[in-house]
């Protein structure tokens, strides 16, 4: 018995240890757990854990993905929005994105059903990093205003839900 609660000890120490609990430039650390956004893009989190958002871009296409993931990035997350309105600030300059609902024949996913948006504009071509502001995001059955966050960095500030 003595050997089964000592050996017990050492696996939850080991589990513990290889825990990371720092935060990557793509990924996402919550509680000691360590997430890996699905493509390799930028996680940005909604609230407590609730669901996330990861930006993706394109530069050669000069384009920009987001796509909407669940709670620890466990699958994607559909949403009834038909686009997002981000507003990026590039060298000092806004500009405004519309990322556009995507329509998938493979999953079903179609404009007011779907987890995937995206955007084009030839400064995506140039620019590695941006701030921006995404105006709103509705998911899981609450709204996130406001949400700022660098790209690619991540997250600087939760937004406001309701």
């Given at each position: 018995?003595?050997?089964l609660?000592?050996?017990?000890?050492?696996?939850l120490?080991?589990?513990?240890?290889?825990?990371?609990?720092s935060?990557s430039?793509?990924?996402?650390?919550?509680?000691g757990?360590?997430?890996e956004p699905?493509?390799g893009?930028t996680a940005?989190?909604l609230?407590?854990?609730e669901?996330?958002?990861?930006?993706v871009?394109?530069?050669?296409?000069?384009?920009?993905?987001?796509?909407?993931?669940?709670?620890?990035?466990?699958?994607?997350?559909r949403?009834?929005?038909e686009?997002?309105?981000?507003?990026?600030?590039v060298?000092?300059k806004?500009?405004l994105?519309?990322?556009?609902a995507?329509?998938?024949?493979a999953?079903?996913?179609k404009a007011?059903?779907?987890?995937q948006?995206?955007?084009?504009?030839?400064?995506?071509?140039?620019a590695?990093?941006?701030?921006a502001?995404?105006?709103?995001?509705?998911?899981?059955g609450?709204?996130?205003?406001?949400l700022?966050?660098?790209?690619?960095?991540?997250s600087?500030?939760?937004?406001?839900?309701?």
């Amino acid at each position: 018995m003595k050997t089964l609660f000592t050996l017990s000890c050492v696996a939850l120490l080991a589990f513990c240890v290889g825990c990371d609990k720092s935060k990557s430039a793509s990924g996402h650390s919550h509680g000691g757990h360590h997430h890996e956004p699905p493509h390799g893009g930028t996680a940005i989190d909604l609230g407590d854990e609730e669901a996330h958002l990861e930006f993706v871009l394109d530069a050669a296409a000069g384009k920009l993905t987001c796509y909407v993931l669940k709670p620890h990035m466990s699958g994607f997350q559909r949403i009834t929005q038909e686009a997002l309105e981000l507003t990026a600030t590039v060298g000092g300059k806004a500009e405004l994105l519309t990322l556009k609902a995507v329509a998938n024949a493979a999953t079903g996913e179609k404009a007011g059903d779907t987890s995937q948006f995206e955007a084009q504009a030839d400064w995506l071509k140039t620019a590695k990093s941006f701030d921006a502001e995404l105006k709103k995001v509705g998911v899981r059955g609450k709204d996130y205003t406001a949400l700022k966050f660098n790209f690619p960095k991540g997250s600087a500030a939760e937004g406001v839900h309701k």
